[in-house]
């Protein structure tokens, strides 16, 4: 009874009907949405529907700092890299180019192992190929990206 009273009393002093503000409502979705938006992580593997093979070790982690080589199963090769201003950016070669695209990326990144994320289809020969032009364009260390099995 103590709220009814208590609402006529406010509709009486507005001098209508009751508005329910939904602002702060819309607030805290648009919070909540750029919140999700900054805190999720997304898996850029997936966009090149590259399987990789199992092993019992630990997966290896990609950092910033190195240049990753991404094979699909149809023998497409990626490299992804950190420009100037910091950003990740991918891009398609083919081997010719190879060499001196992955020199040029090594020079600049501030780690000079690679890491090769190769689908698990792809034969062994074009796997040792990539290899092979990786130490050519001058890279330290060249790791295998795997899935763990655990």
Do not use: C, H, W
């Not at 909540?32 to 093979?53: H, N, Q, W, Y």
């Not at 240049?67 to 398609?92: A, F, M, P």
């Not at 001196?100 to 689908?119: G, H, M, Q, R, Y």
Request: charged share 30%.
């Amino acid at each position: 009874m103590l709220t009814i009273m208590k609402l006529d009393r406010i509709k009486r002093r507005s001098g209508g009907t009751l508005i329910l503000e939904i602002t702060p409502l819309i607030d805290v979705v648009f919070l909540l949405l750029i919140f999700f938006m900054l805190a999720t992580t997304f898996d850029e593997r997936s966009a090149f529907k590259i399987e990789l093979p199992k092993s019992t070790v630990a997966k290896t982690k990609s950092t910033l700092k190195e240049v990753q080589v991404l094979v699909d199963k149809d023998k497409n090769v990626y490299i992804k890299y950190t420009n100037n201003s910091g950003k990740s950016e991918t891009e398609e070669l083919d081997l010719s180019t190879f060499v001196n695209f992955v020199s040029e990326k090594l020079e600049t990144s501030e780690s000079k192992d690679v890491v090769v994320s190769a689908d698990k289809g792809i034969d062994y020969g074009f796997i040792v190929e990539i290899m092979s032009l990786l130490k050519e364009a001058g890279a330290s260390g060249i790791n295998i990206d795997t899935n763990s099995t655990k």
